[in-house]
């Protein structure tokens, strides 16, 4: 059972970097590892999926150590439109484990 | 705007009512699901229809029925729902592929409330 835990909540001010850290302790071999980002009143919406290593892409780094038991969102320089609540997800096969969500508040 | 529609966007019902969340993807994926989102709980996958086969059931009461007439359109049916059913009702689509990894996109959501 690939439970997730993260973080209630973070504050971070405008311009820092944010580093928001998920447990997934009994990966699968085969599961990928997605981040989805939600706003109040819509639907959560995709971050970043990533395996192993780092994966980059133009709003966010996603990083996996070896062993895959965690992940880390990384946001660089957040801005005021980043306060949200930010799910981890595993993949095993047809089976979804978000995480409760970290709900991230920017401060000017 | 993700190419998910969801309607209604609000719905209340008292618990003998019977009524149905309707989902459309305009995205040409090939999987649709239904999740359950309540306070301070993590989102809760409902079900799971992949090429209109429903392939998960996760042990969601019979109160809640899904359709999926085509691969475009999604329903779930509700009946005599209790109040411990409110919640937001959100409605994903997927494009499966071989590599084992797919994006969701996921519509707005039918915020339910059941008196």
């Known amino acids: 059972l690939a439970k997730t835990t993260q973080p209630i909540s973070m504050d971070s001010y405008e311009g820092q970097e944010v580093n928001i850290t998920c447990s997934h302790n009994?990966?699968?071999?085969?599961?990928?590892i997605t981040w989805y980002q939600q706003f109040p009143s819509q639907g959560p919406r995709f971050i970043i999926q990533?395996?192993?290593t780092k994966v980059t892409n133009e709003v966010a780094s996603l990083f996996i150590p070896a062993d895959r038991k965690s992940s880390t969102l990384s946001l660089p320089r957040v801005s005021l439109s980043d306060t949200a609540v930010y799910y981890c997800?595993?993949?095993?096969?047809?089976?979804?484990?978000f995480g409760t969500g970290t709900s991230l508040t920017v401060i000017p | 705007e993700t190419g998910v529609t969801q309607t209604p966007r609000h719905l209340v019902m008292g618990m003998t009512n019977k009524k149905s969340l309707k989902c459309e993807q305009h995205?040409?994926?090939?999987?649709m699901y239904w999740y359950k989102q309540s306070a301070k709980k993590p989102l809760e996958l409902m079900f799971v229809?992949?090429?209109?086969?429903?392939?998960e059931n996760n042990s969601v009461p019979s109160r809640f029925s899904p359709e999926c007439p085509n691969s475009s359109h999604l329903f779930l049916h509700l009946h005599t729902l209790q109040p411990e059913d409110s919640a937001l009702y959100l409605c994903?689509?997927?494009?499966?592929?071989?590599?084992?990894?797919?994006?969701?996109?996921f519509g707005p959501g039918t915020r339910l409330t059941v008196t």
């Open positions: 229809y992949n090429f209109k086969e429903q392939t």
């Open positions: 995205l040409g994926h090939n999987a």
């Open positions: 990533g395996y192993k």
């Open positions: 997800l595993v993949e095993t096969g047809n089976q979804f484990y």
């Open positions: 994903a689509s997927s494009q499966l592929s071989t590599s084992g990894s797919y994006e969701q996109y």
């Open positions: 009994n990966i699968a071999t085969n599961d990928y």
